[in-house]
Nanobody
Framework: QVQLVESGGGLVQAGGSLRLSCAAS????????MGWFRQAPGKEREFVAG????????YYTDSVKGRFTISRDNAKNTVYLQMNSLKSEDTAVYYC?????????????????WGQGTQVTVSS
C-alpha cells in the first residue's frame, strides 16, 4: 500500500511558476513509476507527466512540454512537478499517482495509487 500526499498548489498569475510536491509512504518508492494528472471542472482527468523509478523514462503531454518538469528524489520518497510559464488553461486539480509497473503509463488505469489532489489556479 502506498499513500500519496500532494502539496504546493495555489493561486498564481499567468506566466508565473509553481512547484508541486508529492510525498509517498513506503520503503519501495523507487520501484514505482510516478505520474501527475490534472482535472479541470467539467473535464476528464488527463495525463500531465510521468517518469519511471530510475527517472530514465520521462513522458509529458504535448501541452506542457518545455514548461513543466517532472522529477523525483527516491531518497526522500518525493516526486515533483515544476510548472513554469503557467497559463489559465493549466487551472485544475493536480493529482499525484503511483504505479507498480516499471514503465510509466499515460492513462489513469496504469496507476494504482492516488493522492487527494491539490488545486492550481492560474489567473489571466
Amino acid at each position: 500500500q502506498v499513500q500519496l500526499v500532494e502539496s504546493g498548489g495555489g493561486l498564481v498569475q499567468a506566466g508565473g511558476s509553481l512547484r508541486l510536491s508529492c510525498a509517498a509512504s513506503g520503503r519501495t518508492f523507487s520501484n514505482y513509476a510516478m505520474g501527475w494528472f490534472r482535472q479541470a471542472p467539467g473535464k476528464e482527468r488527463e495525463f500531465v507527466a510521468g517518469l519511471s523509478g530510475s527517472s530514465v523514462l520521462i513522458y509529458y503531454t504535448d501541452s506542457v512540454k518545455g514548461r513543466f518538469t517532472i522529477s523525483r528524489d527516491n531518497a526522500k520518497n518525493t516526486v515533483y512537478l515544476q510548472m513554469n510559464s503557467l497559463k489559465s488553461e493549466d487551472t485544475a486539480v493536480y493529482y499525484c499517482a503511483a504505479g507498480r509497473s516499471a514503465t510509466p503509463g499515460v492513462k489513469a488505469v496504469s496507476f494504482d495509487y492516488w493522492g487527494q489532489g491539490t488545486q492550481v489556479t492560474v489567473s489571466s
